[in-house]
T-cell receptor
Framework: AQKITQTQPGMFVQEKEAVTLDCTYD???????LFWYKQPSSGEMIFLIYQGSYDEQNATEGRYSLNFQKARKSANLVISASQLGDSAMYFC????????????FGEGTQLTVNP | GAVVSQHPSRVICKSGTSVKIECRSLDFQATTMFWYRQFPKQSLMLMAT?????????EQGVEKDKFLINHASLTLSTLTVTSAHPEDSSFYIC??????????FGSGTRLTVV
Protein backbone atom coordinates (compact mmCIF):
# COMPACT_ATOMS: atom_id res chain seq x y z
CA ALA A 1 0.00 0.00 0.00
CA GLN A 2 1.09 3.56 -0.66
CA LYS A 3 1.63 5.91 2.22
CA ILE A 4 2.70 9.51 2.38
CA THR A 5 3.62 11.28 5.61
CA GLN A 6 4.09 14.97 6.23
CA THR A 7 5.03 15.53 9.84
CA GLN A 8 4.92 19.32 9.93
CA PRO A 9 1.34 20.58 10.32
CA GLY A 10 2.56 24.17 10.30
CA MET A 11 5.74 25.98 9.34
CA PHE A 12 6.74 29.61 9.58
CA VAL A 13 9.42 31.33 7.56
CA GLN A 14 10.64 34.86 7.19
CA GLU A 15 10.24 36.51 3.82
CA LYS A 16 13.26 35.97 1.55
CA GLU A 17 14.52 33.02 3.55
CA ALA A 18 14.50 29.37 2.47
CA VAL A 19 12.26 26.72 3.98
CA THR A 20 12.16 22.93 3.77
CA LEU A 21 8.90 21.00 3.93
CA ASP A 22 9.30 17.35 4.83
CA CYS A 23 7.72 14.37 3.08
CA THR A 24 8.38 10.68 3.56
CA TYR A 25 6.72 7.92 1.64
CA ASP A 26 6.31 4.20 1.45
CA UNK A 27 5.58 2.30 -1.71
CA UNK A 28 6.06 -1.20 -3.03
CA UNK A 29 6.50 0.05 -6.58
CA UNK A 30 9.95 -0.12 -8.11
CA UNK A 31 9.29 2.87 -10.32
CA UNK A 32 7.27 5.76 -9.00
CA UNK A 33 6.99 9.49 -8.95
CA LEU A 34 6.39 12.09 -6.30
CA PHE A 35 4.47 15.32 -6.66
CA TRP A 36 4.21 18.49 -4.66
CA TYR A 37 1.15 20.70 -4.84
CA LYS A 38 0.37 24.10 -3.39
CA GLN A 39 -3.15 24.85 -2.22
CA PRO A 40 -3.86 28.51 -1.41
CA SER A 41 -6.90 29.50 0.60
CA SER A 42 -8.96 29.61 -2.60
CA GLY A 43 -8.66 25.82 -2.74
CA GLU A 44 -7.20 25.24 -6.16
CA MET A 45 -4.44 22.67 -6.49
CA ILE A 46 -1.33 24.11 -8.09
CA PHE A 47 1.31 21.69 -9.37
CA LEU A 48 4.79 22.68 -8.23
CA ILE A 49 7.29 19.97 -8.97
CA TYR A 50 7.71 16.30 -9.85
CA GLN A 51 10.45 13.79 -9.06
CA GLY A 52 10.78 10.41 -10.73
CA SER A 53 12.31 7.64 -8.68
CA TYR A 54 14.89 6.90 -11.36
CA ASP A 55 15.77 10.50 -12.07
CA GLU A 56 19.46 10.97 -11.42
CA GLN A 57 19.16 14.64 -10.58
CA ASN A 58 16.99 16.26 -7.96
CA ALA A 59 14.14 18.13 -9.61
CA THR A 60 14.16 21.92 -9.69
CA GLU A 61 11.52 24.39 -10.90
CA GLY A 62 12.41 27.99 -10.33
CA ARG A 63 12.43 28.62 -6.58
CA TYR A 64 11.28 25.08 -5.88
CA SER A 65 13.62 22.14 -5.57
CA LEU A 66 13.33 18.62 -4.27
CA ASN A 67 15.75 17.06 -1.85
CA PHE A 68 15.13 13.48 -2.94
CA GLN A 69 16.74 10.77 -0.83
CA LYS A 70 15.56 7.47 -2.21
CA ALA A 71 17.21 5.27 0.40
CA ARG A 72 15.50 7.24 3.16
CA LYS A 73 12.26 7.41 1.17
CA SER A 74 12.06 11.14 1.58
CA ALA A 75 11.25 13.87 -0.90
CA ASN A 76 11.49 17.20 0.86
CA LEU A 77 10.45 20.39 -0.88
CA VAL A 78 12.79 23.34 -0.60
CA ILE A 79 11.42 26.80 -1.32
CA SER A 80 14.12 29.41 -1.70
CA ALA A 81 13.67 33.15 -1.23
CA SER A 82 10.19 32.81 0.28
CA GLN A 83 7.57 35.31 -0.76
CA LEU A 84 4.38 36.36 0.99
CA GLY A 85 2.42 34.67 -1.78
CA ASP A 86 3.95 31.33 -0.81
CA SER A 87 1.72 31.22 2.26
CA ALA A 88 -0.51 28.22 1.56
CA MET A 89 -1.05 24.56 2.26
CA TYR A 90 1.49 22.23 0.65
CA PHE A 91 0.83 18.59 -0.18
CA CYS A 92 3.14 15.80 -1.16
CA UNK A 93 1.46 13.16 -3.32
CA UNK A 94 2.21 9.69 -4.62
CA UNK A 95 0.47 8.07 -7.58
CA UNK A 96 -1.15 4.69 -7.18
CA UNK A 97 -3.73 2.46 -8.80
CA UNK A 98 -4.01 1.43 -12.40
CA UNK A 99 -1.17 3.13 -14.30
CA UNK A 100 -0.74 5.47 -11.35
CA UNK A 101 -3.93 7.21 -12.33
CA UNK A 102 -4.86 8.46 -8.87
CA UNK A 103 -2.99 10.27 -6.13
CA UNK A 104 -2.67 9.69 -2.43
CA PHE A 105 -1.84 12.84 -0.50
CA GLY A 106 0.05 13.54 2.67
CA GLU A 107 -1.57 15.38 5.54
CA GLY A 108 -0.25 18.67 4.31
CA THR A 109 1.87 21.47 5.77
CA GLN A 110 0.48 24.95 6.30
CA LEU A 111 3.25 27.40 5.42
CA THR A 112 3.10 30.96 6.65
CA VAL A 113 5.55 33.51 5.30
CA ASN A 114 6.08 36.46 7.62
CA PRO A 115 7.07 39.90 6.33
CA GLY B 1 -2.20 22.75 -20.99
CA ALA B 2 -5.33 21.00 -19.83
CA VAL B 3 -8.15 23.04 -18.32
CA VAL B 4 -10.86 21.72 -16.06
CA SER B 5 -13.90 23.77 -15.17
CA GLN B 6 -15.73 22.99 -11.95
CA HIS B 7 -19.02 24.60 -10.92
CA PRO B 8 -20.26 25.93 -8.64
CA SER B 9 -17.26 27.20 -6.72
CA ARG B 10 -19.34 27.75 -3.62
CA VAL B 11 -22.80 26.58 -2.62
CA ILE B 12 -24.92 26.82 0.49
CA CYS B 13 -27.89 24.50 0.73
CA LYS B 14 -30.47 23.52 3.29
CA SER B 15 -30.26 20.22 5.08
CA GLY B 16 -32.17 17.54 3.21
CA THR B 17 -31.76 19.03 -0.24
CA SER B 18 -29.53 17.82 -3.06
CA VAL B 19 -26.66 19.61 -4.70
CA LYS B 20 -25.07 18.90 -8.07
CA ILE B 21 -21.44 19.70 -8.80
CA GLU B 22 -20.19 19.73 -12.39
CA CYS B 23 -16.72 19.06 -13.60
CA ARG B 24 -15.91 19.60 -17.23
CA SER B 25 -12.68 19.21 -19.18
CA LEU B 26 -12.48 22.04 -21.68
CA ASP B 27 -9.74 21.03 -24.06
CA PHE B 28 -9.20 17.32 -23.69
CA GLN B 29 -11.07 14.07 -23.35
CA ALA B 30 -10.38 11.49 -20.68
CA THR B 31 -12.21 8.35 -19.70
CA THR B 32 -11.33 8.43 -16.02
CA MET B 33 -12.15 11.05 -13.43
CA PHE B 34 -11.68 11.22 -9.69
CA TRP B 35 -13.64 12.99 -6.97
CA TYR B 36 -11.87 14.02 -3.79
CA ARG B 37 -13.25 15.43 -0.55
CA GLN B 38 -11.33 17.67 1.79
CA PHE B 39 -12.49 18.63 5.27
CA PRO B 40 -11.08 21.83 6.79
CA LYS B 41 -7.39 21.62 7.65
CA GLN B 42 -7.21 18.07 6.32
CA SER B 43 -5.86 16.30 3.29
CA LEU B 44 -7.64 15.36 0.09
CA MET B 45 -9.26 11.97 0.33
CA LEU B 46 -10.36 10.05 -2.73
CA MET B 47 -14.09 9.44 -2.71
CA ALA B 48 -14.72 7.72 -6.00
CA THR B 49 -13.45 6.93 -9.44
CA UNK B 50 -15.69 7.37 -12.42
CA UNK B 51 -15.27 5.99 -15.89
CA UNK B 52 -17.20 7.24 -18.86
CA UNK B 53 -20.11 4.98 -19.63
CA UNK B 54 -19.85 2.78 -16.58
CA UNK B 55 -20.66 2.82 -12.88
CA UNK B 56 -18.44 4.69 -10.49
CA UNK B 57 -16.22 2.90 -8.01
CA UNK B 58 -16.47 4.21 -4.47
CA GLU B 59 -13.81 4.12 -1.79
CA GLN B 60 -14.49 2.35 1.46
CA GLY B 61 -16.78 4.31 3.72
CA VAL B 62 -18.26 6.48 0.97
CA GLU B 63 -22.00 5.97 0.49
CA LYS B 64 -22.73 5.46 -3.17
CA ASP B 65 -26.42 6.25 -2.73
CA LYS B 66 -25.57 9.56 -1.16
CA PHE B 67 -22.89 10.67 -3.58
CA LEU B 68 -24.21 10.01 -7.05
CA ILE B 69 -21.69 10.25 -9.84
CA ASN B 70 -22.65 10.52 -13.47
CA HIS B 71 -19.94 10.37 -16.08
CA ALA B 72 -22.01 10.79 -19.20
CA SER B 73 -19.29 11.85 -21.62
CA LEU B 74 -15.55 12.10 -22.01
CA THR B 75 -15.67 15.73 -20.96
CA LEU B 76 -18.28 15.90 -18.21
CA SER B 77 -18.69 14.30 -14.82
CA THR B 78 -21.16 15.32 -12.12
CA LEU B 79 -21.32 14.63 -8.40
CA THR B 80 -24.69 14.94 -6.73
CA VAL B 81 -24.82 15.07 -2.96
CA THR B 82 -28.28 13.79 -2.13
CA SER B 83 -30.17 14.62 1.06
CA ALA B 84 -27.26 16.72 2.24
CA HIS B 85 -26.56 17.06 5.95
CA PRO B 86 -24.24 19.44 7.81
CA GLU B 87 -21.60 16.71 8.08
CA ASP B 88 -21.41 16.70 4.27
CA SER B 89 -20.10 20.26 4.39
CA SER B 90 -16.70 20.02 2.80
CA PHE B 91 -14.54 20.99 -0.16
CA TYR B 92 -15.10 18.76 -3.18
CA ILE B 93 -12.61 18.70 -6.01
CA CYS B 94 -12.47 16.73 -9.22
CA UNK B 95 -9.40 15.51 -11.00
CA UNK B 96 -8.82 14.17 -14.47
CA UNK B 97 -5.86 12.01 -15.35
CA UNK B 98 -4.61 12.23 -18.88
CA UNK B 99 -1.72 10.37 -20.44
CA UNK B 100 -0.23 13.59 -21.77
CA UNK B 101 -1.36 16.24 -19.31
CA UNK B 102 -1.04 14.19 -16.15
CA UNK B 103 -3.22 15.18 -13.22
CA UNK B 104 -5.50 18.14 -13.72
CA PHE B 105 -7.71 19.47 -10.95
CA GLY B 106 -10.88 21.46 -10.98
CA SER B 107 -10.98 24.61 -8.91
CA GLY B 108 -13.10 22.92 -6.24
CA THR B 109 -16.54 23.42 -4.73
CA ARG B 110 -17.03 24.54 -1.17
CA LEU B 111 -20.29 23.04 0.08
CA THR B 112 -21.96 24.33 3.21
CA VAL B 113 -25.08 22.58 4.43
CA VAL B 114 -27.16 24.57 6.92
Amino acid sequence: AQKITQTQPGMFVQEKEAVTLDCTYDTSDQSYGLFWYKQPSSGEMIFLIYQGSYDEQNATEGRYSLNFQKARKSANLVISASQLGDSAMYFCALPWGTSGSRLTFGEGTQLTVNP
Amino acid sequence: GAVVSQHPSRVICKSGTSVKIECRSLDFQATTMFWYRQFPKQSLMLMATSNEGSKATYEQGVEKDKFLINHASLTLSTLTVTSAHPEDSSFYICSWTHVTYGYTFGSGTRLTVV
